[in-house]
C-alpha cells in the first residue's frame, strides 16, 4: 500500500508539532513554509550570522522557543522541506506552490492547514503616513533586521501582543514613548476568571506590564486614537489621543506600532472550500472545525491561530490533534491517550482565550466615528467616507458587493489589514449587524505572484 501523502502549510508551533506526530507514525509529510525558517511569527528566528541570545528575543518564552526549533531541526531529515514558498491555491485535491525557484502542484490524501494569524488593524487618522506600521511589522524588525522602526515610538492597540512587543523593544534598549490601550482597565479584572485557567501565562503577562512600568514607560487604559500626525515629507510626527477620562493630549514620536489582539489567517481554508461561521465573541468569520481539527471538507485539516486565536501553545497542541485526527482517518493507529490529553489541554486554552477576547475587546465603535478622510484601505486609498458614501448611493450592504463598487481589499494585501475594518464602517453605515455584511472572500493566488508563475501555471 503506497504511504499516504500528507502535506502540511506552515511550520509554526501548530505546524512543527503536526509533523513531528506525523513522523512517528511513519509518515514523511510535506511542509511548506513561507518563512525563511522554522518558528512562525512569534517563534520567528533571526537570521543567520546574528547572535542576540533566546533571552533577549522571546523572553519568559525562550524555553518553548529554544524547543521548537530544536524539534524542527530533528525532523529535517525525515521530511520534505519547502521553506521559503507561498502556498497560493488549494484546488482538484492539490496545493499549489510557488517559490524563486520552482513552482508545482502536489496531490495530497490529507492536508494540515497552519497557516497562523496576522495583525488586527483599527484604521486611525493619519495612519497612512510613512513611520506607521503594525505590531507584528514591528516585531520582524527587531527579530529579523534588528533594528528599531524609529527613534522614539507609541505602541496603540489592545491584546497580549501590543505588551510583548513594546517589551521587547525595550528591553533591546529602544526608546518607547507609550503603550496606549483602547481596553479599559476594568474589562481585565472582569475577564479574569477566564484566564486563571492558565495562571502561569497570566503572569507572564502581568510580567510584560511590570517591565514596561519598571522601564519608566507610560502604560494607559481606555485610550480612543484620535489622529496620527505627519506629512509626506517628514513621516510621522506626533498621535493625538482622548484618554478614558475625556482630555485630548498628544504625545511627539517618529513611529507608531499598531494592532487590536489577531486576525485568523483564513484564506487557504477558505480556498479549500471550508465552510464558516461567524464568531459574535471576536466579531470574525472563521472557519468550522471540530475539537480535533478537522473541517467540513473531508482530508483538509485546520490547526493553530488560523482557524481559532488561542496562542502558541493552543498551537502546539492543535497541531499534534490535527496530526492524529488525520492519521485517524487514513486508517492508521493512534494513541487514545494522547488524544485525550491534548483535548482536555485545549479546553483550558479556549477558556482562556475567551477570557483574552473579554480584556481586550475589539473595539468596533471606533469604525463608526472615523472621519471620512480616515483612510481604510491604503493599498487602493478607499477612505471611510468612500465606503459609507458606496453604502448610501448604491445600497451595498455586503462586503464584496462594497469591494465591486470601491475597489476596498482588491489591493496588496488582499482585505488582509483593512477588510474586518471596512465591514465595521459598512455594518455602521448601514445600521446593520456586522455579520450581516460577510466577509471578503480570498481568491488565488493569495498573495501576489511574478508574471512567469501565472504564465506556467496556466
Not at 502540511?8 to 501548530?14: D, E, L, N
Not at 465591514?423 to 508574471?451: C, F, M, N, T, Y
Request: hydrophobic content about 45%; aromatic content about 6%; proline content about 5%.
Amino acid at each position: 500500500m503506497a504511504e499516504p501523502r500528507v502535506i502540511i502549510v506552515g511550520a509554526g508551533p501548530a505546524g512543527t508539532r503536526a509533523a513531528e506526530a506525523l513522523v512517528r507514525a511513519g509518515l514523511r509529510p510535506m511542509v511548506i513554509d513561507e518563512g525563511q525558517r522554522s518558528g512562525g511569527q512569534i517563534y520567528r528566528r533571526q537570521p543567520e550570522g546574528f547572535g542576540r541570545s533566546y533571552a533577549k528575543l522571546y523572553g519568559t518564552e525562550a524555553g518553548r522557543a529554544r524547543d521548537l526549533h530544536q524539534s524542527f531541526e530533528a525532523l529535517l531529515p525525515h521530511i520534505d522541506y519547502r521553506p521559503e514558498t507561498l502556498v497560493w491555491n488549494i484546488a482538484d485535491q492539490h496545493v499549489w506552490w510557488a517559490n524563486a525557484h520552482d513552482q508545482d502542484a502536489a496531490p495530497f490524501d490529507a492536508l494540515i492547514v497552519c497557516s497562523g494569524a496576522t495583525d488586527r488593524l483599527m484604521p486611525v487618522l493619519g495612519w497612512h503616513h510613512a513611520g506607521c506600521y503594525s505590531l507584528g511589522g514591528a516585531q520582524v524588525a527587531l527579530k529579523a533586521q534588528a533594528c528599531a522602526i524609529g527613534r522614539e515610538i507609541v505602541f496603540m492597540g489592545s491584546g497580549p501582543l501590543l505588551y510583548l512587543v513594546a517589551a521587547q523593544y525595550a528591553a533591546a534598549g529602544a526608546k518607547v514613548a507609550a503603550v496606549l490601550d483602547s481596553a479599559p482597565a476594568s474589562a481585565r479584572v472582569r475577564a479574569a476568571p477566564d484566564m486563571l485557567a492558565l495562571p502561569s501565562v497570566l503572569w507572564n503577562g502581568i510580567g510584560l506590564t511590570l517591565a514596561l512600568r519598571k522601564a519608566g514607560v507610560p502604560v494607559l487604559h481606555g485610550v480612543t486614537p484620535v489622529e496620527i500626525r505627519g506629512d509626506a515629507d517628514q513621516g510621522v510626527t506626533g498621535l493625538v489621543y482622548r484618554t478614558a477620562g475625556g482630555d485630548t493630549r498628544e504625545i511627539a514620536c517618529d513611529a507608531v506600532a499598531m494592532g487590536h489582539h489577531l486576525r485568523s489567517e483564513t484564506q487557504l481554508a477558505d480556498l479549500a472550500r471550508c465552510a464558516f461561521g461567524f464568531d459574535p465573541v471576536s466579531r470574525q468569520w472563521l472557519p468550522q472545525c471540530d475539537a480535533e481539527g478537522r473541517s467540513s471538507v473531508p482530508g483538509v485539516y485546520l490547526a493553530g491561530d488560523g482557524c481559532r486565536i488561542r496562542g502558541a501553545r493552543a498551537a502546539e497542541a492543535g497541531g499534534q490533534l490535527a496530526a492524529l485526527a488525520a492519521l485517524a482517518d487514513l486508517g492508521l493507529a493512534v494513541d487514545a491517550a494522547e488524544r485525550a490529553h491534548l483535548l482536555d489541554a485545549m479546553a483550558d486554552y479556549a477558556r482562556f482565550a475567551r477570557g483574552l477576547m473579554r480584556a481586550f475587546p475589539w473595539p468596533q465603535h471606533q469604525a463608526a466615528s472615523l472621519p471620512d478622510a480616515a483612510m481604510v484601505c491604503r493599498c487602493e486609498a478607499v477612505t471611510a467616507g468612500d465606503l459609507r458614501q458606496v453604502v448610501r448611493e448604491t445600497g451595498a450592504r455586503e462586503a464584496n458587493r462594497a469591494k465591486a463598487f470601491s475597489r476596498v481589499g482588491m489591493g496588496r494585501c488582499q482585505g488582509r489589514y483593512c477588510g474586518l475594518a471596512a465591514a465595521e464602517v459598512i455594518a455602521a453605515e448601514a445600521r446593520v449587524p456586522v455579520e450581516s455584511v460577510g466577509r471578503l472572500r480570498a481568491q488565488a493566488p493569495v498573495k501576489p505572484l511574478s508574471i512567469s508563475t501565472g504564465e506556467d501555471a496556466a
